[in-house]
């Protein structure tokens, strides 16, 4: 890790002033039309798709910020700079992403949108709330993040810093790799035939894919903008475990149980991160040949 990101202080990551995507799709001042209080229903019509696309950081919160059908505001700065940061940070993964799969895979990438929400969303897959965490649903081939998630993370898991942010939103856009690649609609296919804790395991390689790709997106957007300081990366690792599962059962309702989980531990997605990052390449996160199973058969 030290031989790729230098140690600049406190500095952190550099992000203003630099190139934002144009694929951010940001609803959070508008009324919640059709998605307000969906609560445990709309996050049940997400899971039903396939429940490792988000976190579920229910059992930690109370409850986020919830709009009314209608309702419309105008966004705080706070608001406004962090929509930035995203943006920057999606513009990012876009320019490693349009160099690393012509490369390395042999196709185009096709660039995700980021929808940006305050409450509550509707999605192709579903309605969703706030407490569902960051997902990305593979049907419309979009990013679903409500920022104050990032709050929560800082406030009530111990993982701030803008670079815990840069993870998330690396991990949201690893699944839509993993969709571009074939390995998501795969995965579905493989769980269906699956007994529940044998689908939690696929389940669980699918999420640890994905944060080794924010890991190889981390090296490679160092190389190309020099940005990510070593504080930068102790922020991602703090945020990959505090979304462990272990981490979010024990906080929870204070037990483990280790056949259910379906994201990874904090140690396996530590791990992995640091895998991608030090290694760099889509090749060296295959999760799944690493455990037995080859999922191009499906």
Same mark, same amino acid.
């Given at each position: ?51 490792f ?7 930690? +919160? ?30 990012d993964?876009?320019?490693? !992403? ?10 185009? !990438? ?14 192709a897959?579903?309605? $969703? ?10 049907a ?24 815990? $942010?840069? !993870?998330?939103?690396a991990?949201? +856009? ?13 995965? *579905?296919?493989?769980?269906? %035939?699956?007994?529940? %804790?044998?689908? *939690?395991?696929?389940?669980?390689l ?6 080794? !790709? ?14 990510? /300081? &070593? ?6 690792? *703090?945020? $990959?475990?505090a ?5 979010l ?5 204070? /037990? ?12 396996q997605?530590? &791990? ?8 760099? /390449? ?6 799944? $040949? ?9």
């Amino acid at each position: 890790m030290a031989a790729h990101c230098r140690n600049q202080g406190d500095i952190g990551m550099q992000w203003r002033g630099r190139r934002g995507s144009s694929n951010i799709d940001d609803r959070r001042g508008m009324g919640a039309a059709g998605a307000g209080g969906l609560g445990i229903a709309g996050t049940l019509a997400v899971l039903a798709f396939g429940y490792f696309f988000g976190v579920d950081i229910s059992p930690l +919160v109370s409850g986020m910020q919830q709009q009314t059908p209608g309702e419309s505001r105008e966004l705080t700065q706070a608001e406004r700079e962090m929509g930035e940061f995203v943006s920057v940070v999606l513009a990012d993964t876009e320019e490693v !992403y349009h160099d690393v799969l012509p490369r390395e895979a042999g196709q185009q !990438y096709r660039e995700p949108t980021l929808v940006l929400f305050s409450g509550a969303v509707q999605s192709a897959c579903g309605g $969703a709330s706030s407490a569902m965490g960051p997902f990305y649903c593979p049907a419309d081939q979009r990013v679903y993040l409500d920022t104050d998630f990032f709050q929560v993370m800082e406030q009530r898991m111990g993982a701030g810093g803008e670079f815990a $942010a840069a !993870y998330v939103i690396a991990h949201e +856009v690893g699944h839509h790799v993993q969709n571009l690649l074939g390995t998501l609609p795969r995965v *579905n296919q493989l769980r269906q %035939r699956l007994p529940q %804790r044998e689908s *939690n395991r696929v389940s669980v390689l699918t999420e640890l894919q994905a944060d080794c !790709y924010a890991g190889m997106w981390a090296r490679q957007a160092h190389e190309r903008f020099g940005t990510i /300081t &070593e504080n930068d990366i102790r922020d991602a690792m *703090n945020a $990959a475990a505090a979304v462990g599962d272990d981490a979010l059962q024990s906080a929870g309702r204070g /037990t483990v149980v280790p056949d259910s989980f379906t994201h990874g531990s904090s140690e396996q997605r530590q &791990e992995w991160f640091m895998r991608g990052l030090q290694n760099g /390449t889509l090749a060296s996160c295959d999760t799944f $040949a690493e455990d037995g199973i080859d999922i191009r058969r499906g």
